[in-house]
């Protein structure tokens, strides 16, 4: 099966410059500082008129965790049909209860939508936030989830590799799996090789200073030391050399 690389791009930008790094596919965010939030739907027209690129879209209405009220729902439900209606591919999310599985009854609904234009159904790193990694994944088999986004259940993708393997070996026939979180071009092969897994997810972040993020003792930036005065972008350097990595 042919390896793939998928870019994490939180604005237009970001994914112009993973399709001119030679990325096929896109996991589309805004708010990437927060983990990914749902897109505008400016972002995601303009990306689908002038590039080729395959377009995930986000599905999270705020930051923290996926255990979503129903208010927040009927957000989300709302801005899947949204974004499939304006030429979403398909649609990464996560639905959690309070004790760390699956919502089935949220989740169905959310694959419904995606099914209903036919796109792909992908259970993001929510994943990495539950009880039982194996009784998980057979449950969103069951549901009709394509792929799902995980570390492992790690803070990065070669700490969780020995789960991401084992996963690959008992589901990867069943399910895509699709490993991110720290991946780079000196890794990602490695990963790959190890795992038996054909697909991994990068975000190939740079930075880009803002002379206006501070003024005074006013300050609107979310960094750290040194790039307090900088926003991330996706490097289109970065992304060809994890390309040719592989």
């Not at 237009?12 to 993973?18: G, I, P, S, T, V």
């Not at 990914?36 to 930051?63: A, D, F, H, Q, Y």
């Not at 989830?145 to 969780?160: D, H, N, Y």
């Not at 991946?183 to 002379?211: F, R």
Request: with cysteine; aromatic share 8%.
């Amino acid at each position: 099966m042919e390896r793939m690389i998928e870019i994490c791009c939180g604005s237009y930008e970001d994914a112009l410059n993973a399709y001119r790094g030679g990325a096929s596919r896109i996991e589309l965010n805004s708010g990437l500082y927060l983990g990914g939030l749902t897109p505008s739907l400016g972002t995601l027209i303009l990306t689908k008129k002038n590039t080729e690129l395959k377009v995930i879209t986000m599905l999270r209405p705020r930051g923290a965790g996926f255990h979503y009220t129903d208010d927040e729902f009927e957000v989300m439900k709302n801005d899947a049909v949204l974004m499939m209606e304006h030429g979403a591919d398909g649609i990464a999310f996560g639905c959690l209860d309070e004790n760390g599985h699956v919502n089935v009854k949220q989740t169905q609904q959310i694959i419904n939508i995606i099914k209903e234009f036919d796109g792909e159904v992908v259970f993001h790193r929510a994943f990495d936030c539950v009880k039982d990694p194996y009784q998980t994944i057979e449950k969103l088999i069951d549901m009709g989830v394509q792929r799902i986004l995980t570390s492992g259940l790690k803070p990065k993708a070669m700490e969780g590799k020995e789960l991401i393997k084992d996963l690959q070996m008992k589901y990867g026939d069943q399910i895509e799996i699709l490993a991110g979180s720290g991946i780079n071009a000196c890794n990602a092969l490695e990963l790959m090789n190890y795992t038996g897994i054909t697909q991994v997810h990068s975000s190939c972040k740079d930075w880009v200073n803002d002379p206006t993020t501070q003024c005074y003792d006013v300050t609107f930036g979310y960094a750290d030391e040194p790039h307090e005065m900088d926003y991330d972008v996706v490097s289109q350097e970065l992304v060809e050399k994890i390309v040719n990595s592989l």
